[in-house]
């Protein structure tokens, strides 16, 4: 059976993303004072910093009267709701109700819901529950010798999980992406390679492939490809052009409901010192556009983790593992929350 376009709130696919960090924003488009509406896995959400900057990730909802948060506004640290001023402090308290000031405020804390934020790299990451997986790793960030250039976000109308799988995915690379990397009149066998699996995630061994506008610079490359997964919506790959030469790219993708999804991304390079940041962006706003049409034609639109709905060979072996991975990580969450569910008692 084809899955829908729309959650299914009990499919492994939603119960492997819902504890998991994603990208929602980045750092710059959350500025004090205001409030900003984004979507999670179908829920809507507003952003704002507190009083000491912290970064906030709420249901964008008042408790009030049902009103979004996202239409007010932050002052002295706390959000205030659009519709009647009420104001909620950084811990979810309401602090302030104008209609009645002389009043002890109502307690909030059944009718606030207060999800998990942080931020790294630039960006703004949130999960709806508890994460179970740590903040994914970009091991260039912090090395000075390598330029990092942010690239989109580009939104796709398709699938988070799909995005990243296609990501993962050298074999497309001559007909998608066709004399930028691969030849479609002459497209090369793709050798065997390894998937390893470990706490942080997957890796593969390296991928070579032979590639005519291989990077930024637009020269005939032979590319050595290795990919990381740290997160179902995270990935990661480190591109050897040459001896030195490295061009990595560091993807994630927002799963804002079943069939829609924005792709952010940080590339990071040690070499071409002379390219401007408009060469760079060119190379990557093609790819991730030329990526874009065919994650949307894809049926169905969530990614199937059933191995028997679709086709598979050798060479889709990392989309294979991963698509594994994503069942695996569904099918603990999912155990979690049944031996958290209360029994059921029965009166005879």
């Known amino acids: 059976m084809l899955y829908a376009g729309k959650w299914d709130r009990n499919g492994l696919d939603y119960q492997a993303l819902k504890n998991q960090w994603h990208v929602v924003a980045r750092s710059e488009d959350v500025v004090a004072g205001q409030a900003k509406a984004i979507r999670l896995l179908g829920e809507d959400l507003v952003l704002w910093r507190d009083g000491k900057g912290r970064i906030q990730a709420w249901k964008d909802y008042c408790g009030h009267r049902g009103a979004k948060l996202s239409l007010g506004c932050v002052k002295d640290g706390e959000i ?194 002379n390219l401007t940041e408009e060469q760079i962006l060119f190379r990557q706003d093609k790819v991730f556009e030329q990526d874009r049409l065919i994650v949307e034609s894809q049926r169905p639109a969530r990614l199937p983790l059933d191995m028997h709905q679709e086709m598979h060979v050798r060479s889709d072996k990392l989309g294979i593992e991963y698509r594994g991975w994503i069942k695996e990580l569904g099918m603990e969450t999912q155990a979690q929350r049944e031996s958290a569910a209360p029994a059921t008692v029965v009166l005879s």
């Open 80 to 273: 205030e709701c659009p519709y009647h001023g009420w104001r909620f402090n950084a811990g979810g308290k309401c602090t302030r109700v104008p209609a009645h000031p002389d009043q002890a405020a109502p307690a909030s804390n059944r009718l606030i819901f207060r999800h998990h934020a942080e931020e790294r790299y630039g960006l703004i990451w949130c999960s709806l529950l508890k994460p179970t997986r740590p903040l994914p790793e970009f091991p260039q960030w912090e090395d000075g010798s390598f330029r990092k250039v942010f690239a989109g976000p580009y939104f796709y109308k398709g699938n988070a999980l799909r995005s990243v799988e296609n990501f993962l995915d050298a074999s497309h690379f001559p007909f998608v992406h066709a004399h930028l990397n691969g030849d479609p009149e002459a497209p090369e066998p793709l050798k065997d390679y390894q998937v390893f699996k470990d706490e942080r995630g997957l890796h593969t061994s390296e991928i070579t492939v032979f590639q005519p506008y291989g990077d930024h610079r637009g020269i005939p490359v032979t590319s050595r490809y290795t990919y990381w997964v740290f997160n179902p919506t995270t990935a990661y790959f480190v591109k050897k052009t040459g001896e030195t030469e490295r061009f990595c790219t560091f993807l994630n993708a927002t799963p804002v409901d079943a069939d829609e999804c924005i792709i952010w991304l940080i590339v990071a390079i040690n070499f071409g010192e």
